[in-house]
């Protein structure tokens, strides 16, 4: 899992009022309705759609370095 507060645009006040609402990781703010996050003090519509975003992307970023981590570098060859 991931932690909600390696979310961009996240910050303390508004990990406690997520938390309020039942959602402690990234994942969770992904899957997390507009409606309902709409329900958070503070967040509108707009901000909506960048925090679904952000989610998103903490969430595929350690996959992302995981594969980059697992590539041959360039200009050398992997002997089958």
């Known amino acids: 899992m991931t932690s909600i507060q ?3 645009g996240i ?3 508004l990990v406690t ?3 309020k609402k039942g959602i402690s990781t990234a994942e ?3 899957a997390a309705s507009p409606t309902a996050l709409l329900d958070v003090s ?3 519509p707009r901000r909506v759609e960048t925090l679904l975003r ?3 992307a ?3 970023a350690p996959a992302a370095k995981a594969v ?3 590539k041959t570098p360039a200009g050398t060859c992997q002997r089958l």
């Open 17 to 19: 009022l997520l938390e």
């Open 58 to 60: 903490a969430i595929e």
């Open 68 to 70: 980059a981590s697992r």
């Open 6 to 8: 390696s979310v961009s």
């Open 54 to 56: 952000a989610a998103r």
């Open 28 to 30: 969770q703010l992904a």
């Open 11 to 13: 910050g303390p006040h």
């Open 42 to 44: 503070g967040i509108g």
